[in-house]
């Protein structure tokens, strides 16, 4: 063999290791993409409440510390409202659990629509919803609460030949400097019994 033939050889070998780590990139290439689309995916779902269609209370929580750190650093305006679906086990046992959480998924629908996209709304339990809005000034909860009340309790969800009208005690606490994840929740979670009680009187 001479020494041209021998370099070709080489060039040739050389040639063919570069394709084949070339095809070998491209197939890890495809690997590692396909895997960080399963991550995010199984991330969404982590994430994702299993009935309606919005966050769990565990993307909630994550969100809510996330404007929590936010409001200790900028002073600025921040609100956690609780929302209970009241008489939810009466749909249950008057209509069944299907109709249940039919009731479920139109309040869910409600609140989103009628939120800005900036804000948060989760399903954080079984009749209860929580809502972070921010940026917002005290001044401004209220109005929105009477806006979110309205909204669903005019809006009745229609079960085969019936409307079934709901009903939804909220209560709200303003997210303030110091605060942790507990105090707000706490706050909050006692605004929104207040509320089912005083609605309860006024009956």
Known sequence: MTSTESAQRIVRSLEEEAEFLRVENERLQNELSAL??????????ADTDTL??????????RELDRVIR????????????????DG??????DFGHCTGDHALIHVATLLRSTLRSTDVVAR???DEFGLLLDPIDAADVQPKIETLRQSVN??????????VRLNISIGATMIQV??????????A???????????????
């Open 178 to 187: 110091g605060d942790g994840v507990e105090s707000v929740l706490t706050r």
């Open 88 to 93: 939810l086990k009466h749909i249950n046992d």
């Open 124 to 126: 954080i339990g079984g």
């Open 189 to 203: 979670d006692a605004a929104m019994y207040r509320d089912k009680r005083d609605q309860r009187w006024a009956k």
């Open 70 to 85: 936010h409001v200790a650093r900028y002073n600025t305006g921040a609100a956690i409202l609780f929302i209970d679906v």
């Open 36 to 45: 960080r689309n399963q991550l995010e995916t199984l991330e969404t779902l």
């Open 52 to 61: 309606t269609p919005l966050p769990n209370r565990r993307c909630f929580l």
């Open 154 to 163: 005019t809006t009745a969800l229609h079960v085969t030949d019936r409307a």
